[in-house]
């Protein structure tokens, strides 16, 4: 145990090495300071009030949309829409946002109809999955490029604001808008939802029927299927629930931070979550410290541009961060097999 | 006689721990062929591979036209005359015949670049034409007849003046028609001088094609002779077994069947048809009572996988019908798995690591695992009453003995016999009224297998009505109280416990009634 602790020690320092020196050559050869860059990025992540708040507003839609990959991947379904969903999702809702329903419920019926946005933008590839055998991978894809020009049509069309000027929606109704968590700062009530999504997602995986056939069709066995699980029902209840929750973080996002929706809308959250759940090893517990490294590489980013470092440069950085994370676990993991492997020879 | 064209003496494989071929010596003459028969893991495989080049002797020599050689590779192997045809053809598609025959001569030429196509089409369709083929050469091979590509491979392996071919069970992708032609083109290129060998599992091939037979059981050969000298029972029955193994003592299990014939009839199966991935069930007829072990028995590869996937909700009646339980199945019906356990039909695959088990899952994830979702095991309908998961799971664990006694011990850790245990103990703890186990004993040690056997005689005392689908004719004889034999996708009529092993092999050579 001991042995194993200190060996993850040296391996992590290692790779901080690694990572921080390779960071360092790039911003030099770029011509600029690593001192500076770093505490520009540190600044605009956790540097003030105003910097956490931004950080916390980039974690909740990467947070829900990792843990709506999460559930999918862990039954191997590869529902890679969730962008789609996540643009789907934030259409609903600005179109529910805009009903005139009383008081509290408002807030209740705009997320509700993002859910269900998501969940009918998934329903598609489930049901080719069902009936035709069609690869999610391919067809939950196929429906981001679809989903892009749904917004591109909403915002010129149906959703358009009364002016008839930008390709932009109304605002939401204030009803419908999520409260901030402090006044002054944008962090939105959002946060809430997202992290008991993420302890549902926990007690989800671990304690429930659903979860434990989950696990079982998600290993891929034939088993699951010869020994009498509902293995479809399973597939096409976790490609809904994924697609449900993409839906909603496009909702949130328009109740909590835009209120009304634009073209292009999203920031390509659904693609970044994937690398946030695979970085989570598929835990939705994980996902939230993932998300929020994603969260502040984010916005520590968007500060560190605004102070004149190019943004090539930034996006650089966080590439060489993810690989090492990656690499200092693939490091740890064949060199705590080599050490099985030497202990049982 | 003439000298052989190739002979190996005394060769021996092993992989690891495990001998695939025992001792084993061949002599192949020019003109002749030569069938190597052999059930499933018997090493007609290993053996076919060492003639090919393709793997290497562990001990044993080969000698080629009397002087020894040492193949490394299959295009020495090539070189040296031998052309080998596998089950599964190696032909590029998308390409012509001409140009699959030129690449072939490519790749073992090592060449960078192929010769104008026109000499080689002359010469493959002068070589299809003494063999009396009519071959399109310059059409894509996957607008080809199986059987045409089939020729074309033996073309392709008979490039360069080869006078071994090596065919790796060539009739399994035939149809029936598609035989005889099949048997007149083999003979045709023995007629050339050319030495045969064709791999099979089918007995009735090796009666009308070859001149000598070997049978190889459990990497040993148990007999060598002339075709002529020998029939289809008797090979059986070489094949399979005699009674001189582990199975014999188990026979002792048996408590004779008293039951008369107005026992409860559980499995009621009439002209039935199905189909499952290759495996076909062209027409079976049984019925199967409350209280008894009702023996399939049958070279592998007739139909067992189709019977066993129609028998629990794996795939649907195409034909005829089937009363299981309390379920009328009738053609076209869509059933699950799911199905058939809810009406208290249990199942034992034949593959227990991939069909059985959820290899990383543990012990008591296994037992429960089409259960959890019903009570008493659940809790408010959604959540999982682990203790009362771990309760019963280890109450099974106990009942079945499985080692390590530990629920949440990971299954792909335990020993085969105890991965075989979990499965019988799911599969009983549904208390089921029908059980399908099928090959239930494979690859277990005899411990194991006296367990298997003992449990499967306890279901019947239970009531239940067990059937036994096994190709090991020694498991049917010892356990069985009635028998039927599959044979070409047919199920032949029911015989008693009593029956001859001479009668049994009769049956499973494909002498129906």
Known sequence: ?345 | MSQPVLSIHNITKTFGGFVALNDVSIELHPGEIHAVLGENGAGKSTLLNILAGITQPTRGDIKLNGIPVAFSSAVDAAKAGIGMVHQHFMLVPTLSATENLILADMVENRAWFAWPAGPVRRRIAAQAESFGWDIDLDARIDTQTIGAQQRLEILKALQGERKILLLDEPTAVLTPGELPGFFATIRSIAATGTAVVIITHKLDEVVSVADKVTVLRRGRVVNQCLTADTDVSNLAREMVGDASNAFAVLTAVKQKYTASDNGNIRVELSHAAAISGDSVLRQGSASIQEGEIFGIAGVDGNGQDALAALLTGNTILHEGSLTIGDLVITPHRKCTPQDFLRNGVSYIPADRQTDGLVMSMTIADNILLDRVSEPPFTKFGMFIDTVAVKRFAQSEIERFDIRPADAGCIVSTLSGGNQQKVVIARAMSRKPRVLVAVNPTRGLDVGAIAYVHRALRAATAAGCAVVLISTELDEILALSDRIAVLFEGRLSETVPAGVSKVDLGHLMGGAIN
């Open chain 1, 1 to 345: 145990m001991i042995r194993n602790s200190a060996l993850s020690f040296t391996i992590a320092l290692l790779w901080i090495v690694i990572a921080t020196s390779t960071c360092a050559g790039i911003v030099m050869i770029a011509g600029a300071s690593p001192m500076s860059v770093a505490q520009a990025l540190l600044q605009g992540a956790i540097g003030t009030q105003y910097n956490i708040s931004n950080t916390l507003v980039q974690t909740i839609p990467l947070l829900i949309t990792a843990l709506a990959v999460v559930i999918a991947f862990r039954a191997e379904m590869f529902n890679i829409g969730v962008e789609g969903q996540f643009l789907l999702g934030a259409v609903l809702a600005c179109w529910a946002g805009q009903l005139s329903v009383p008081g509290p419920l408002a807030i209740v019926v705009t997320l509700v109809a993002s859910m269900l946005g998501g969940a009918l933008w998934s329903l598609i590839p489930a049901l080719m999955l069902h009936f035709r055998g069609v690869q999610i991978v391919l067809s939950s894809l196929i429906m981001n490029f679809i989903a892009v020009q749904v917004v591109a049509w909403v915002v010129r069309g149906p959703l358009q604001e009364s002016i008839r000027e930008y390709p932009q929606s109304d605002p939401i109704r204030t009803a419908a808008e999520l409260p901030k968590v402090i006044a002054g700062l944008q962090l939105h009530s959002g946060i809430w939802i997202a992290l008991a999504i993420a302890l549902l997602f926990d007690v989800l995986v671990r304690n429930t029927v659903f979860g434990q056939h989950l696990k079982a069709v998600g290993s891929g066995s034939r088993a699951s299927k010869t020994m009498g699980l509902p293995v479809s029902r399973i597939l096409v209840t976790t490609v809904l629930l994924s697609g449900a929750l993409g839906g909603l973080a496009g909702g949130i996002q328009i109740a909590g931070v835009t209120h009304f929706l634009a073209d292009p809308y999203s920031k390509g959250y659904g693609y970044t979550a994937i690398a946030v759940a695979l970085l989570a090893r598929l835990s939705p517990i994980g996902a939230i410290p993932a998300a929020l490294l994603f969260g502040a590489l984010t916005s520590g980013s968007s500060a560190a541009q605004s102070a004149g470092i190019p943004v090539v440069v930034l996006q650089v950085i966080q590439a060489v961060i993810l690989f090492s994370i990656l690499g200092a676990r693939f490091t740890a993991n064949s060199l705590r097999n080599k050490l099985a492997k030497g202990a049982t020879a």
